[in-house]
């Protein structure tokens, strides 16, 4: 059994910042990813992560104010979000795999393992 504890989340004026938590309470994988739905859209890749190489990869929207981290302590994998917009409002997503898919893309379908996701509420 393998479950992605998630938390984090919460309501900001724009301008304002929040960090997301994720992880794994039964294995380690090597790739983890965030994503984000906004309602009536497609999900859409915000950060992933390779644990072994140290390798991050952002979405084109987030560089810049969104930065993927891991604790190699206890294993959590941080989504810091600053600097946020009305934009960056929707259900936001860890995921993790093995592999991480057959390429270095931000896809859903590369991840295998996700987290309950949480609303992420950016007020102007």
């Known amino acids: 059994q393998v479950q992605l504890a998630q938390s984090g989340g919460g309501s900001v004026q724009a301008g304002g910042s929040l960090r997301l938590s994720c992880a794994a309470s039964k294995y380690i994988y090597n790739h983890w990813g965030w994503f984000r739905q906004a309602p009536g859209k497609e999900r859409e890749g915000v950060a992933r992560l390779n644990i072994r190489s140290g390798a991050t990869l952002y979405a084109d929207s987030v560089t810049g104010r969104f930065t993927i981290s891991r604790d190699n302590a206890d294993g959590t994998v941080y989504l810091l979000m600053n600097s946020l917009q009305p934009e960056d409002t929707g259900v936001y997503y860890c995921?993790?795999?093995?592999?991480?898919?057959?390429?270095?893309?931000?896809?859903?379908?590369?991840?295998?393992?996700w987290g309950q996701g949480t609303q992420v509420t950016v007020s102007s």
């Open positions: 995921a993790a795999d093995s592999v991480g898919g057959p390429g270095w893309r931000l896809r859903p379908g590369y991840f295998t393992y």
